[in-house]
């Protein structure tokens, strides 16, 4: 009898290591590829013009936002979707997420939606 209770009580312990192992890895996993993305839009953010447009600002909502971009190839494709014809357009990230909530996100570059620009 007594060998059974600390035969369970192993495999308790085995399944919580496990467990906590997987946890750790997984926080560690979200928090690199948070690290990742901010890191790839403060460097695109300095002033850089990328095919038109032009990101100037540091974007702090993006640290808090992060959670909208899956990966750091999303980033590139949504530059890419938000392409601005007039190269004083300013793109926030800001902006980004309203319009990946609208539900006009595919006719986001009509004349008719508002655009950021200097103050």
């Known amino acids: 009898m ?3 209770i ?6 308790l312990s085995v399944l ?4 906590t192992a997987g946890m750790v890895a997984w926080v560690f996993y979200v928090s690199s590829n948070a690290i990742l993305i901010k890191n790839k839009i403060e460097q695109l953010s300095f002033g850089v013009q990328q095919d038109g447009v032009k990101l ?3 974007v702090d909502s993006v640290q808090q ?7 750091l190839s999303s980033i590139d494709g949504i530059i890419q979707a938000h392409k601005a014809p007039d190269p004083d357009q300013v793109i926030t990230a800001d902006w980004i997420w309203r319009q990946r909530l609208s539900s006009s996100f595919q ?4 004349p008719n939606v508002p655009t950021f620009r200097y103050a």
Do not use: M, W
């Open 2 to 4: 007594k060998l059974n």
């Open 107 to 110: 006719d986001c570059c009509k």
């Open 56 to 58: 100037v600002e540091l």
């Open 65 to 71: 936002d992060v959670r909208f971009i899956s990966d």
């Open 6 to 11: 600390t035969r369970k009580i192993s495999l």
């Open 16 to 19: 919580l290591v496990f467990c």
